[in-house]
């Protein structure tokens, strides 16, 4: 599965990391946009863009916007966030082609992220509203808030699909799961309490996350 194109996605991440935790910013200006540019590049070439695919590869793409968006140096955190919630949207409707049908096990795993995510959206809307209380921001972080729940619910309730190959849920969900707690980190770090190291942490998060969704689906459609 053309696994040199998918080296390079961890390459370049590695050297963005590096960029990061140095605070080099000219590096950071290449090596960020570069590893979402690899990965739709890989996702592409291994899935030739079918069905529901493409839609994952919009998420990729509407991703990367919402990298260089977010890396330049104007506020630009709006754009990212709506760059990203489109991101949102689209993995949504890719993982969601066929309909969800509820049983105890998709509740059991769909319950505990819903709990997770009303405990992390409080406080992040608690400190956006104390730091930031313009309008915009306030409704942008909460209808963000909505997507990225449901892209990891949609991510997770993979697991209880019988039509899913169980190593390319694993993968997705995992997924889901390090793309939730990136942005949690980011939103937490931006709105609440700075965290220590916190922008490493994002992004590291951030690149293992969308590795794992784009690996997993291309991974469901080969199987």
């Not at 309730?157 to 990136?182: D, H, K, M, Q, Y």
């Not at 942005?183 to 922008?199: H, Q």
Request: charged share 10%; proline share 4%.
């Amino acid at each position: 599965m053309y696994p040199g194109i998918f080296a390079c996605v961890f390459i370049f991440a590695i050297v963005d990391w590096y960029a990061v935790s140095r605070n080099w910013r000219g590096l950071e200006y290449f090596a960020k946009p570069a590893t979402l540019a690899a990965l739709l590049l890989w996702f592409g070439v291994v899935t030739n863009l079918e069905g529901p695919a493409f839609w994952i590869a919009a998420g990729l793409f509407f991703s990367l916007l919402g990298d260089v968006f977010l890396m330049l140096p104007q506020d630009l955190f709006l754009a990212g966030l709506a760059a990203f919630l489109l991101a949102h949207l689209a993995y949504i409707a890719g993982l969601n082609q066929n309909l969800v049908s509820v049983h105890i096990g998709g509740l059991a795993l769909g319950l505990p992220v819903v709990g997770i995510a009303a405990v992390l959206y409080r406080r992040v809307s608690s400190g956006v509203e104390r730091k930031q209380p313009a309008q915009a921001l306030r409704i942008g972080v909460s209808v963000y808030s909505l997507a990225i729940t449901l892209m990891l619910i949609s991510a997770v309730l993979t697991l209880a699909r019988p039509e899913w190959n169980l190593s390319a849920a694993l993968l997705v969900a995992l997924g889901g799961i390090f793309f939730f707690c990136s942005d949690s980190l980011l939103a937490l770090n931006r709105f609440t309490t700075p965290i220590l190291r916190g922008k490493l942490w994002v992004i590291i998060t951030y690149h293992l996350g969308q590795a794992a969704l784009a690996a997993g689906f291309a991974l469901q459609m080969s199987s």
